[in-house]
């Protein structure tokens, strides 16, 4: 047995905040935040499987739950959009309260179980851990449990294979490359299309903002090198004032 | 140090998973209190394992660790491909089979 009073002080600081974590899981809006408060659970948890003798259990849950699971749970949750928060209209009248009620009865029942039950002193993991904990249970595990072994491995095979096979997405049309692009910007030149990029945005003495018109050999100013989106909304400037502030501006001087 | 606190604190933590997937709407949500729900088992696996001085509990969480990887995969990956011909991460949206 572990010294009892270190343990002692580990679970009491340890067990209110996984449990507070916990019910962050219940009442936070957003996604990503459920998930951090999901990864302080399972960091918890690993202490305390540490604490709890089982040092190889406590660092798979580290690797595998904080480091794989929660990990591809915020792949997911990037994949899908951080901030889809969920719909708070109730779809069934009444689900919340009753969901509500169904945890927390099942809350009470399950604990209220535990704590009546009288437990003997626990027999502690010594003697089993004599060999390190890891070769205890490996002895086990490819033992007793082999053919279970065997079994876990081809489900992690199939679980790959089946989302590869879920995620995967048919081409439905033909790849677009670099000659079908240019061979559909020569094919719409008879609409006006241009086939080189559009002129850049007139450079001046004191200005080269991105709503001013290029001047051509001319001296016209040239419509098309000021962004679509700026002629739209109206935002470009006139040639004409531009110039004269210019000259107010030199004259100034 | 009691096996009753750590049992006690196992049970609330898969009571509060259950009420995350009775509750939350969001379907990732809802496959993290499953999660929870899972890792809670474990910590009674361990605890119990303790009590009876047998490595045999450990083993079996670590066998509920390697299922919930599979599991994890393979839900994420129905949540992506409902999104992707649903544009909704909702478990109310998906009611194809309504009549």
Redesign the interface.
Known sequence: MTA?GG??AL?WVL?PL??LA??G??FVRR?VH??MC?VF??VS?AI??I????A??GV??VV??TG??MM??LF??M???VD????LTE?IKG??GI??L???G??IV??G???Q?A??P????????EVT?PV??AR??FG??VL?MEA?GV??V???M??LV??H?RRLEPRRTQRTMAESRVRALPRGVSLTPQPTPGVYALNNAMDTPALDPAGEPVEASVPRVLRIRGQQRSVGALLESERATVEGE | MEVTNYAVLASVLFAIGATTVLLRRNAIVVFMGVELMLNATNLAFVTFARLHGDLTGQVLAFFVMVVAAAEVVVGLAIIVTIFRTRRSASVDDVNLLKG
């Not at chain 1, 604490?51 to 089982?54: N, P, V």
């Open positions: 009892t343990e002692a679970f067990a996984m449990v916990a019910l899981l219940l996604a459920a998930a999901l659970v399972m948890l305390m499987y604490a709890q003798e089982a190889f259990l798979v849950q595998v739950y794989a699971v591809l749970f997911v949750l994949l899908v959009g889809a928060s969920d719909s779809t689900q919340r969901g509500l169904l945890g927390l099942l809350g399950l604990a179980v535990v704590a039950a437990f003997p626990a027999a502690g993991l010594g003697l089993a851990n904990n205890g249970l086990i595990l007793d449990y279970a876990v489900l992690l199939t679980a790959a089946g989302a879920l995620t997405r």
